[in-house]
Structures are given as structure tokens and as C-alpha cells.
């Protein structure tokens, strides 16, 4: 049995702001478990519900100096449909409100989750073959498995994966600050590994440590090794590009399951589609009091409000997503500016947008089934998951033609195989608008065509399974 130690910051169902949960709280399922035994550490936050936190055992708890003092270390367990999952417990670090606070405390915050991973490690009775990272939180890691450990028997035949989630973000910040939090060797700065255009970044030090490198989808493997795409590392990853692999991501299918959400008020499936899709759509307008009208085009919108995800292609668009026969949903925080535009015409235009500044799961999945189409026009985008469960829920996608959303959405015109969404290609508004225009014309003026790709859609497989195929593979190679 070869083991395996997933370590990050999120995991549905105990903590989730985007992708990288349902990845790290699905992943681990999809393996053989009489070949993989898959357990996975994430930090111990106390917003994390009672529901789990009552039901984790403590296995034990030791001092570990970290940043100029002793510091408690406490490991709690919990076996949740049969994985492993380690918590890393300490309150002065994982005690507010939700898992990140400041950005500056979150290098903290993280950086000791790292050497507390590592520390745990002799208490927890399991000793992995590789640590499979995710994203800079658990960046130092790899550094520090490669320094501070390099000499010690029980460290020392251990590999690692880091996974690139969202090459966005990597852990930057004053380059002393993070010398003197982690307790690193001053040489991995100046000019090593930990230092990049005169900063500390964790994910550089972890993609130069790390054993092998991956990323959740083909395409953006390819473009964040170009200048545009590759926000200042582009150069490191053409370097490890040897040992650097896209693996797509997928979803959880019991979860975003449409014939069994318990979400969901209306259930159905490919057998009872379209009065399925025609009771989700009228339960979700009555629930947003939106305008119960069948014909409206009823987009939604399941999101960060960020740049990243193409908001400033969508808000020039508003007067026209905000009148008949258009209608919209909105739900997602993120920029100030992002949800006060949404608002202000959801106040102008209660019958035709409704916009939700809050995270809600379950609201997210009556959305996702509920709409016509799925909005997704980002600048770049890892994967994305979001038109994975549109696709699931036979919602079709307007995206476009970046990262993981180009490798999963096919468009009419692009591909020998038929079509399950509305793929433009260049980042600009009259791109949207085409893709947006196309859309509403199949379902206007060709229903067959548009229930065909509603199909066609449902019947994608973006099951784990594959992909857990893939990363089998990857660890196969690295143990030799
Ligand atoms: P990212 O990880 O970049 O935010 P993804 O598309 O990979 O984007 O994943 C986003 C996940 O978070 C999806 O599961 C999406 O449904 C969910 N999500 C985003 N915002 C909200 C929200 N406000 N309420 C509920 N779910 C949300």
C-alpha cells in the first residue's frame, strides 16, 4: 500500500472559498483504496462547524519552535467516509473567523502549517511516500523537507507533488519577513529559490523543490509557461518543464448529482430533462423573485468577483443581461465595486436580476440547475469547476477560451465531436457578447439544437476517475 498526504488549506466539507476544497475534499476518493491509502491535513480552524469539530479525535499535542518561540501543535483526527483527515491545531493561528485573515498573518499562518505538517509526522503513525501539496500554503514544505530534514532517516525517501491551483497566487511578501518566520537558511533568499524580483515567494521555493510539478488542466500547463500567463514565473516552469504535467480536474458526481441533490427542490435527469429543467427554472425565479416567465433566458453567475473571472466583460453588458428577454443571477463576493454594480441593478430590476453577495452551497446548486446558461468568460482560468457543475447539471456554459475551460467545454464550430457550450475566443466584450448572442439564438431559434447540447452536456464524464488515473500514474513514476 503506498501512501499518500494531501496537505492545503481548504477541503469540502469543512472549509471551502473556491475549487481548491472541492479538489482536495474529492480527489482523495477517487483512488483504489487497496492500492492508495490517500489522508490529508488541513489546519484545525475553529470555523470549521461543530458538526466535524465535535466529532475530531485528539491524537496528541507537542511544543515545536517556530518564529522566536515554543508554539502548541495539537493533531486531531477525524474519519470522514473513509479518509484520514489530520487537523493541525492552534488557536492563536487558526482562530478567526474564516481561514484567511490578513495577508501578511496568512504567510504566518501557513508557513507554520507547513512545519507543523512535517512535524506531526512522527506522531500520527503514518509515514508518507509523497506529500501531494496544493497551492502556496503548503509551499514551504517541499523547502523545507529538501533543507531542514535533507539529513534525517525518517524524512529523507519522502517525495513531493506541488499541485498549481491558481498561479495568481504564490505567497509573496517581504523577503526578512519570511526569512525570519520560517527559520529557512538565508542562502534559499538573496538570490535562491525563495526570492523572486527582491520578495520572498513560497510557491517559487516549492516549484524548485518540489519532485514534480502539476497543474488542473492541459491548456493553462502550456500557457503559464508563456510570458502572459506566467505572472512572473513563466521561466521557472519552461525550466522544470521536464517533470511538470496538466492533470484536468473534475467533481464530485454524487455531490452535483441533479436526479439526488438534497439541495435541490426539483430533481431529474436525462430521462425527465426538460420537465425537469422547466420546474428547476420556475422553482428558482419564485425563489429569487425574479418574473416567472418560461421564456426568459435565465443566465447565472457562480463566482469570485474578481478580474480573473471576467467581470469587466460582463458589467458593460448589464443593460442588455438586465432586460427582456434576459434574465440573471448573481452569487459571489469578492470586489467592492463588483457587488455594488450588481446591486444597484437588482434594485433598478428586481424582475430580471437578482444579485446574492453572500457564499451559500446549497443556493449555488438550485442556481446551477435552475439556469438556461452559465457565465464564465475569465481572463484566465486553472480549470475552473464552475462549468464543470453547469455541464453536470445540463446548464450550458458560455465560456471562454482559456486554461481548463477551453479544455472542457467544446463549442459548435471548434470540434469534430458535437458541442456542449458557447466557446469565443478573444478577451474583449464583443467577444462575450457573440458568445452570448449565439447562445440566446440556439435557444430562441433552434430548440432541437438546444437540447441536444443540453444532452450532450449532461452526459460528459468529469468524473475523478481519469484524472485520479493520471495522478496514480505520476506517483507510480515517482516512487520508482
Ligand atoms: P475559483 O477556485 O477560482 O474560485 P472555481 O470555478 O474553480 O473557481 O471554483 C469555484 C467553486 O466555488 C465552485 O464550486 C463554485 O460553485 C463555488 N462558489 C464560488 N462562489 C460561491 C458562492 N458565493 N456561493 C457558493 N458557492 C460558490
Redesign the pocket.
Given at each position: 500500500m503506498k501512501k499518500i498526504l494531501f496537505a492545503a488549506s481548504e477541503a469540502v466539507p469543512f472549509v471551502k472559498t473556491?475549487?481548491?476544497a472541492?479538489v482536495v475534499g474529492s480527489l482523495p476518493y477517487a483512488f483504489d483504496p487497496s492500492e492508495w491509502d490517500v489522508r490529508v491535513v488541513l489546519p484545525a480552524y475553529t470555523s470549521i462547524s461543530p458538526i466535524y469539530r465535535e466529532k475530531m479525535k485528539d491524537v496528541t499535542h507537542f511544543m515545536t519552535w517556530f518564529n522566536g518561540r515554543d508554539r502548541y501543535v495539537g493533531i486531531r483526527e477525524l474519519f470522514f467516509r473513509g479518509v484520514h483527515y489530520y487537523f493541525i491545531d492552534n488557536e492563536e493561528y487558526y482562530g478567526g473567523a474564516g481561514p484567511y485573515t490578513d495577508y501578511t498573518y496568512d504567510i504566518e499562518k501557513f508557513t507554520f502549517f507547513s512545519h507543523a505538517v512535517l512535524a506531526i509526522l512522527p506522531n500520527i503513525g503514518f509515514q508518507p511516500d509523497i506529500i501531494h501539496c496544493h497551492d502556496w500554503h503548503s509551499g514551504l514544505i517541499p523547502v523545507y523537507l529538501k533543507t531542514r530534514y535533507a539529513d534525517q532517516d525518517f524524512y529523507r525517501n519522502i517525495k513531493t507533488i506541488f499541485t498549481i491551483h491558481?498561479l495568481k497566487f504564490q505567497g509573496v511578501c517581504d523577503r526578512q519577513y519570511l526569512m525570519d518566520i520560517s527559520g529557512l537558511p538565508g542562502e534559499l533568499f538573496g538570490s535562491g529559490p525563495l526570492c523572486s524580483g527582491g520578495c520572498g515567494n513560497m510557491m517559487q521555493g516549492a516549484l524548485v523543490f518540489s519532485d514534480a510539478v502539476t497543474t488542473v488542466s492541459k491548456s493553462y500547463a502550456e500557457e503559464i509557461k508563456t510570458r502572459e500567463y506566467g505572472e512572473g514565473l513563466d521561466w521557472l516552469l519552461r525550466a522544470v518543464s521536464g517533470h511538470f504535467y496538466g492533470i484536468v480536474n473534475g467533481i464530485d458526481e454524487t455531490v452535483f448529482d441533479p436526479a439526488a441533490d438534497p439541495s435541490l427542490k426539483v430533481h431529474y435527469s436525462l430521462s425527465n430533462l426538460k420537465s425537469g429543467k422547466a420546474a428547476s427554472k420556475k422553482a428558482l425565479q419564485q425563489e429569487l423573485g425574479l418574473r416567472e416567465e418560461k421564456d426568459s433566458f435565465l443566465l447565472g453567475i457562480?463566482?469570485?468577483l474578481t478580474d480573473q473571472k471576467g467581470l469587466d466583460l460582463i458589467i458593460p453588458l448589464l443593460d442588455k443581461l438586465t432586460a427582456p428577454p434576459f434574465q440573471l443571477v448573481v452569487?459571489?463576493?469578492g470586489e467592492y465595486r463588483y457587488e455594488m454594480i450588481f446591486r444597484q441593478y437588482a434594485e433598478a430590476r428586481p424582475d430580471r436580476i437578482r444579485a446574492l453577495a453572500?457564499?451559500?452551497?446549497a443556493l449555488?446548486h438550485r442556481i446551477y440547475a435552475g439556469c438556461d446558461a452559465f457565465l464564465m468568460p475569465s481572463r484566465f482560468e486553472p480549470?475552473?469547476?464552475?462549468q464543470l457543475?453547469a455541464l453536470r447539471f445540463g446548464t450550458l456554459p458560455i465560456v471562454r477560451a482559456t486554461g481548463g475551460l477551453k479544455d472542457t467545454v467544446r463549442s459548435f464550430d471548434k470540434s469534430g465531436r458535437d458541442a456542449t457550450g458557447f466557446v469565443f475566443e478573444d478577451y474583449d466584450v464583443g467577444g462575450l457578447n457573440w458568445g452570448i448572442d449565439y447562445a440566446l439564438d440556439t435557444f430562441r431559434n433552434h430548440k432541437d439544437d438546444w437540447n441536444r447540447l443540453v444532452r450532450n452536456a449532461m452526459k460528459e464524464d468529469f468524473s475523478w476517475q481519469s484524472s485520479a488515473r493520471e495522478y496514480a500514474a505520476l506517483y507510480q513514476k515517482l516512487l520508482g
Open positions: 473556491g475549487g481548491l472541492d491558481n457562480v463566482s469570485r452569487l459571489g463576493t453572500y457564499y451559500d452551497e449555488s480549470c475552473g469547476l464552475g457543475i
